[in-house]
């Protein structure tokens, strides 16, 4: 079965500071990865998504993510936060098995933005 | 511009009335998924379909129902509304094959008295 598990609920960071955002999977299979972004009282956004190409992947809004197989990792990062990007991340996972397309989100890591 | 709309809004409702949430997408997707958001669970998969007449059960299936009848449109019902039924739900929506990306509507707000 597949699963994500993002550490801290929770994050905080300056303005103008780095965002690290984490996000661990289990999956029997290649995974394909995902990242999305839940602005207040909006569905959720792609922002970038590993499909077994290059490891390392851009998104929007200058966002970036590395799969790390060996740590089954892929956190999401951006060199410096700006006050828009508060907001609620999801880490997801699809096996990519038997053609279908469930995806298995994770419970989410609020980003808040300081000042 | 394509996109996915859901209605109502928001709803308030009685324990043990049946509510009937609507998704319309017009990306002309095969695939389509409703979702209920909660506190400290993220997103859960109620239903999901993956053309007309298909409809399958997600995680958290019991006490919803879904019917495709057409491409566009993934109703939610929920048969005997229940105060655990207290949710965002979202409706998604995807293009078939590998690799997908799901397109999400804005939400239903859904608060069962």
């Known amino acids: 079965a597949q699963s994500v598990t993002q550490l801290g609920s929770h994050v905080s960071v300056s303005e103008g500071a780095l965002v690290l955002l984490r996000c661990n999977y289990s999956?029997?299979?290649?995974?394909?990865l995902f990242w999305y972004v839940q602005y207040p009282n909006q569905g959720l956004q792609l922002l970038l998504k590993?499909?077994?190409?290059?490891?390392l992947v851009k998104g929007i809004n200058g966002f970036e993510a590395e799969f790390k197989k060996s740590e089954t990792s892929f956190h999401l990062t951006k060199p410096s936060a700006h006050m828009s990007d508060a907001a609620e991340y999801f880490c997801a996972v699809r096996s990519n098995s038997g053609g279908y397309q469930k995806v298995t989100f994770g419970t989410g890591t609020k980003l808040q933005v300081i000042p | 511009d394509a996109e996915i709309t859901q209605s109502p809004r928001h709803k308030i409702t009685e324990t043990g009335r049946q509510v009937t949430l609507a998704c319309h997408q017009t990306w002309n997707h095969n695939n389509m998924f409703w979702y209920r958001q909660d506190l400290g669970h993220g997103l859960r998969l109620i239903h999901y379909?993956?053309?007309?007449?298909?409809?399958n059960k997600g995680e958290v299936s019991d006490g919803y129902s879904v019917s495709r009848s057409n491409t566009e449109d993934l109703p939610l019902t929920l048969e005997s509304a229940a105060s655990s039924q207290t949710s965002v739900y979202f409706c998604?929506?995807?293009?078939?094959?590998?690799?997908?990306?799901?397109?999400f509507g804005p939400g239903t707000r859904l608060t069962v008295l």
């Open positions: 999956s029997s299979v290649p995974p394909y």
């Open positions: 379909s993956y053309g007309v007449q298909d409809t």
């Open positions: 998604a929506s995807s293009e078939s094959g590998i690799p997908d990306t799901q397109y």
């Open positions: 590993y499909t077994s190409a290059a490891t």
